[in-house]
């Protein structure tokens, strides 16, 4: 069942920004679901967008929107609409939910202990706020808030958040790593660009708590901030890779959802490698 959006005269901008996003999802990277009406030259699919991806010996996609133009870029018509377990980048939606139940009260004084398990990944062995948890994308910690909001609220708020397909199923400390969590390239845009513009049906606060956690990359002018996502990172077997966030370059913005397969461990650090290029391409930093 999907809310319905107010109609107030102060919420119309925010509902035709998404609307025009969802259309163009509809229309032109996801074809099953094609609407006639949708205006073509408001999506573009780039060959050199996806020849990135094969230049670095692996298959992946790349979606970008371009905020003031309502424009849609995106390397593929097919894995750009397939929907994956977002793995890490799911710290997004579970950051906001636990600041938004009360489980985390602050980004910066609430400490999580660290459990005394020595785990392979080094900066997972020490105690974290939710902001360091967030930068070093640590798992175990992310899997504590996960089991203190617990199923009933989870399930709730993936709802109200409209994320992916919403399934918990797999465990309430799995779902988004092994579980039933599936999220598409164009759902992870339209998310992120949600969560840019302040209007998810959370508050404020949390909405500009977590925006202020996401890691910030700087290339010249423009600055990038993003959360990665990394597949099987936990049990040392990295299969899949994501980045999603967004770009700005003075006051363009642009909205974006990488991922791609890590078949060898140089691609792990190419996800941001991958993606500074795609953002170049399109003009976008």
């Known amino acids: 069942m999907h809310r319905r959006w107010p109609s107030t005269t102060s919420d119309a901008p925010v509902i035709h920004r998404r609307h025009a996003l969802g259309l163009l999802a509809a229309a032109s990277i996801l074809p099953s679901r094609s609407l006639a009406n949708v205006s073509p030259q408001r999506s573009e699919f780039r060959d050199d967008l996806a020849k990135r991806f094969t230049a670095e010996g692996t298959v992946g996609t790349f979606v970008g929107y371009k905020v003031d133009d309502y424009l849609v870029v ?12 977002p793995a890490s980048t799911f710290k997004i939606p579970n950051s906001l939910i636990a600041l938004e139940t009360g489980v985390v009260a602050d980004t910066d004084k609430e400490v999580f202990k660290w459990d005394g398990v020595k785990r392979s990944i080094e900066p997972w062995n020490r105690d974290h706020t939710l902001r360091t948890a967030f930068a070093a994308s640590a798992v175990p910690v992310y899997q504590d808030i996960a089991r203190r909001v617990g199923a009933e609220r989870m399930q709730k708020y993936l709802d109200l958040l409209e994320y992916g397909n919403r399934d918990i199923g797999g465990g309430i400390d799995r779902f988004w790593l092994t579980g039933d969590l599936r999220i598409d390239p164009m759902q992870q845009v339209d998310f992120v660009d949600r969560l840019r513009r302040g209007v998810l049906p959370v508050s404020k606060r949390s909405q500009e708590l977590v925006r202020d956690i996401l890691v910030v990359t700087k290339v010249g002018d423009s600055v990038i901030r993003a959360k990665s996502g990394l597949l099987g990172a936990e049990v040392g077997k990295p299969s899949l890779g994501w980045m999603v966030g967004w ?19 140089r691609h792990i650090a190419a996800r941001m490698t991958l993606t500074q290029r795609c953002l170049t391409d399109i003009g976008a930093i």
């Open 247 to 265: 770009a700005e370059k003075g006051s363009e913005q642009t909205v974006f959802a990488l991922n791609m397969d890590c078949l060898e461990p």
């Open 74 to 85: 995106a390397s593929d018509k097919n894995r750009s609409g397939e929907a994956m377990l």
